[in-house]
């Protein structure tokens, strides 16, 4: 068996940010942070949380640390998907980045019945943020600097962005073929 979810990326628009996965059914929800951490272009250098509706719902789950300002309920390393997705079109959030504030809202769409070793991504849309551009309104910012190279930030943008002088970033951007060659290396 494996579970299959849409993931979107929310407050972001024009385009919308979202991946449908498949995932094994044995994984834990650290696996399928690390899962979504891939299929998304994340760079896994901020803390985490999953929880029905994000900030204050409970059940938390993560990985307990001593600098965590709310105790995590379920430990996420051990927590296995079947403990909470149970039924079809339920909903949870993944928080991502504490100060950013990336929220992204999981849709258990269905459990197939076919058995599968490897996650794969069956379909996207939308680039992801770069990590540490302001959340929701500091990526649509940038979008906004980025459309426009008469603007004041421009230059200072897409150095920031490490972009060469020839090189543009493309909010639309989203290789599916790239997204499943990284998760043929999952473990």
Known sequence: MAYQFKIQLMNVSKPPVWRQIQVPESITFHDLHNLI??????????????????YGSHPTIAIPSKEDWEETDMKSK????NK?????????NYLYDFGDDWSH??????????????PVCLNGKGACPPEDCGGPWGFENMKIILADPTHDEYQDMKDWLGLDEDEFWDANSFDIAEVNELLKGFK
Do not use: A, R
Not at 37 to 54: A, I, M, N, R, T
Not at 84 to 92: A, G, P, R, Y
Not at 105 to 118: H, W
């Open 78 to 81: 051990k927590t296995k998907l």
């Open 37 to 54: 951490q891939l299929v998304f272009g994340w760079e896994d250098c901020h803390f985490y949380q999953f929880s029905p509706k994000g």
């Open 84 to 92: 909470v997705f149970t039924i079809q079109n339920q909903t949870f």
């Open 105 to 118: 809202k999981i849709t258990f769409e269905k459990l197939v019945p076919e058995d599968i070793k490897l």
